[in-house]
C-alpha cells in the first residue's frame, strides 16, 4: 500500500487566498484525522471522520476552516480566506476504527504571506 | 500547564549511547501510551504501543510506564545515526479513544 497521500506537500500562498489540501487514506481504513503541526502549539486535532461522516470538528480554529469526505478515498481541508497564522505542517492521517496506530501521511507545508 | 508535557531537547548523543526519553502527564484516566517517531519533513510513525503500567521490549527499544508517578519513558540502545529524528509521546484514556493527547516531542541527534 502507498500509505496516506497528501497534496500538495509544499503551497506558498498570499493572504486572503482560498488553499484546498488533499488527501487519500489507506485503502480500507474508516477513521480519517486532519492535524496541524506548528513549534508554538505541536500536534493539533483539526477534524475526525469515521466512515465520512465529521464526528468531531472542535478543533477546527475558525468558520475560515472546512473539511469534508464526500468518499471513503479522498478527503479536503479548505482554508478561506488564508492568513499568516495558518503558516502551518497540516497531516492527514487515517486508522482502522479508533486506534493508537494513526498512519500518517507525509505532510503539507503551507506558508501564508 | 498542558495535559503531556515533554523536554523539547534538543538531545545531542554520540552513536552508541543510550538515550532517555520521558514524558509526565497529569491525567490519572490515561491507560495507553505511544511513541511516535517523525524523521524531518515526514509525517510521525508509530514506533511503540503499550497498555497500563510495565515496560515493553521492541528491538532496541523500550517502553516503561509508571501510571502512580504519571511518568512515561522511552529508551534506545545502542543509539544510531538513523535514530535522529523527533520522538513523540501520545496517549489516551481508552482503546477506542481517537483523540490522542501528544507532548511536544522531543528532538534527538545521534553523531557518528
Known amino acids: 500500500d502507498a500509505g496516506v497521500i497528501q497534496s500538495p506537500r509544499h503551497e506558498v500562498t498570499e493572504m486572503g487566498q482560498e488553499v484546498t489540501l488533499r488527501c487519500k487514506p489507506i485503502?480500507?481504513?474508516?477513521?480519517l484525522f486532519w492535524y496541524r503541526q506548528t513549534m508554538m502549539r505541536g500536534l493539533e486535532l483539526l477534524i475526525y471522520f469515521n466512515n465520512n461522516v465529521p464526528i468531531d470538528d472542535s478543533g477546527m480554529p475558525e468558520d475560515r476552516f472546512s473539511a469534508k469526505m464526500p468518499n471513503a478515498s479522498f478527503s479536503t481541508l479548505k482554508i478561506q480566506p488564508s492568513e499568516p497564522r495558518d503558516s502551518a505542517v497540516y497531516f492527514c492521517?487515517?486508522?482502522?476504527?479508533?486506534?493508537?496506530?494513526?498512519?500518517f501521511g507525509e505532510g503539507s507545508r503551507l506558508t501564508v504571506l | 500547564q498542558k495535559e503531556v508535557e515533554q523536554d523539547p531537547g534538543p538531545l545531542s548523543v554520540p552513536e552508541g549511547a543510550i538515550v532517555s526519553l520521558n514524558c509526565t502527564y497529569s491525567?490519572?484516566?490515561?491507560?495507553?501510551f505511544m511513541w511516535y517517531r517523525q524523521y524531518s519533513r515526514k509525517g510521525p510513525e508509530l514506533l511503540m504501543y503499550?497498555?497500563?503500567?510495565g515496560n515493553k521490549e521492541d528491538g532496541r527499544f523500550t517502553a516503561q510506564v509508571d501510571k502512580s508517578s504519571k511518568y512515561i519513558s522511552l529508551f534506545i540502545r545502542d543509539s544510531q545515526p538513523s535514530d535522529s529524528a523527533t520522538y513523540l509521546c501520545?496517549?489516551?484514556?481508552?482503546?477506542?479513544?481517537?483523540?490522542?493527547?501528544f507532548g511536544a516531542g522531543t528532538t534527538v541527534t545521534v553523531r557518528a
Open positions: 491525567n490519572s484516566a490515561f491507560q495507553y
Open positions: 492521517a487515517s486508522s482502522l476504527e479508533f486506534s493508537g496506530e494513526l498512519f
Open positions: 503499550t497498555y497500563s503500567s
Open positions: 485503502s480500507g481504513h474508516n477513521s
Open positions: 501520545a496517549m489516551s484514556a481508552s482503546s477506542n479513544d481517537y483523540k490522542l493527547s
